[in-house]
Nanobody, 119 residues
Framework: QVQLVESGGGLVQAGGSLRLSCAVS????????LGWFRQGPGKEREFVAA????????SYADSVKGRFTISRDNAKSTLYLQMNSLKPEDTAVYYC????????????WGQGTQVTVSS
C-alpha cells in the first residue's frame, strides 16, 4: 500500500507560479512510477506529468511542456510539480498517483489539491 498526500495548491494570478508537493508514505515505492494528474470543472481527469522514482525519467502532457517541471526527492520521499506561467485553463484539482510497472494503471491516489488560476 502506498499513501499519497498532496499539498501546495491555492489561488494564483495568470502568469504566476505554484509548487505542488506529494508526500509518499512508503520508501519501497522506489520501484514505482509517480505521476500528476488534474481534473478541471466538468472535465475528465487528465495526465499532466510522470517520473520514475529511481531513474528520474520524466514525461509531460503537451499542454504543460516547457511550463511545468516534475521532480522527486528520494530522501524526503516527496514528489513535486513546479508550475510556471500558469493559465486560467490550468485551473483544476491536481492529484498525485502511483503505479508499479508492468501495470499501466495507477493504483494509488492522493486526495487532491485545488489550483485556481485567475485571469
Amino acid at each position: 500500500q502506498v499513501q499519497l498526500v498532496e499539498s501546495g495548491g491555492g489561488l494564483v494570478q495568470a502568469g504566476g507560479s505554484l509548487r505542488l508537493s506529494c508526500a509518499v508514505s512508503r520508501r519501497t515505492a522506489s520501484s514505482y512510477i509517480l505521476g500528476w494528474f488534474r481534473q478541471g470543472p466538468g472535465k475528465e481527469r487528465e495526465f499532466v506529468a510522470a517520473i520514475t522514482w529511481t531513474g528520474g525519467i520524466t514525461s509531460y502532457a503537451d499542454s504543460v511542456k516547457g511550463r511545468f517541471t516534475i521532480s522527486r526527492d528520494n530522501a524526503k520521499s516527496t514528489l513535486y510539480l513546479q508550475m510556471n506561467s500558469l493559465k486560467p485553463e490550468d485551473t483544476a484539482v491536481y492529484y498525485c498517483g502511483a503505479r508499479q510497472p508492468p501495470r499501466g494503471v495507477y493504483d494509488y491516489w492522493g486526495q487532491g489539491t485545488q489550483v485556481t488560476v485567475s485571469s
